[in-house]
T-cell receptor, first 111, second 116 residues
Framework: KNEVEQSPQNLTAQEGEFITINCSYS?????LHWLQQHPGGGIVSLFM???GKKKHGRLIATINIQEKHSSLHITASHPRDSAVYICAAHAGGTSYGKLTFGQGTILTVHP | DARVTQTPRDKVTEMGQEVTMRCQPI?????VFWYRQTMMQGLELLAYFRNRAPLDDSGMPKDRFSAEMPDATLATLKIQPSEPRDSAVYFC??????????????FGPGTRLTVT
């Protein structure tokens, strides 16, 4: 079992739909990152959170430390949101700074 | 707008050749990471440095890979000799990280390596 698991692996939506991507982790973390990668493109950090909830535009990220679970929500999805979304657990302790990645969720939003 | 830069962006080489990838982290960032991304394995950490000192290179095949930071503005990843299974996109990332403090990591555009 991977230390960081994402679901679903693939997600197709119609423009305007509300989208949720889930991430569960089994390791102790100091923070959790959500990253976005467009086809052929670089990787952009969307959120880094260690508790509660963060919002940026149409994107919302939540984390439940006790349940070791995080979600990324996209409201009013748009075709330009089509990308791979990756969650990454930021290690604590002596491995401070080290990221362990989920396998990614491929999101396709159709017009 | 500060960015992590990587060179080259694309590299095609023959098996057995030496490959050197370079990364310039964002000025003021004290931690530099090397990642590899493949379709099969996704993103994997190869090595990382803090204040130029190597902290963890357990993700690297030691017999052929080496990572160094000759100075604060340059990190290098070398593969010698290269093999077809090394074909991947290699990302460098940098961040400011201290005990008890976590900051975002900023990724470079990646080097797409193809070994034939």
């Amino acid at each position: 079992k991977n230390e960081v698991e994402q679901s679903p692996q693939n997600l197709t939506a119609q423009e305007g739909e509300f989208i949720t991507i889930n991430c569960s982790y089994s390791v102790g973390i100091s923070a959790l990152h959500w990253l976005q990668q467009h086809p052929g493109g670089g990787i952009v950090s969307l959120f880094m959170l260690s508790s509660g909830k963060k919002k940026h535009g149409r994107l919302i990220a939540t984390i439940n430390i006790q349940e070791k679970h995080s979600s990324l929500h996209i409201t009013a999805s748009h075709p330009r949101d089509s990308a791979v979304y990756i969650c990454a657990a930021h290690a604590g302790g002596t491995s401070y700074g080290k990221l362990t990645f989920g396998q990614g969720t491929i999101l396709t939003v159709h017009p | 707008d500060a960015r992590v830069t990587q060179t080259p962006r694309d590299k095609v080489t023959e098996m057995g050749q030496e490959v050197t990838m370079r990364c310039q982290p964002i000025l003021g960032h004290n931690t530099v990471f090397w990642y590899r991304q493949t379709m099969m394995q996704g993103l994997e950490l190869l090595a990382y440095f803090r204040n130029r000192a190597p902290l963890d290179d357990s993700g690297m095949p030691k017999d052929r890979f080496s990572a160094e930071m000759p100075d604060a503005t340059l990190a290098t990843l070398k593969i010698q000799p290269s093999e077809p299974r090394d074909s991947a996109v290699y990302f460098c990332a940098s961040g400011r990280i201290g005990q008890g403090t976590v900051y975002e990591q900023y990724f470079g555009p990646g080097t797409r390596l193809t070994v034939t």
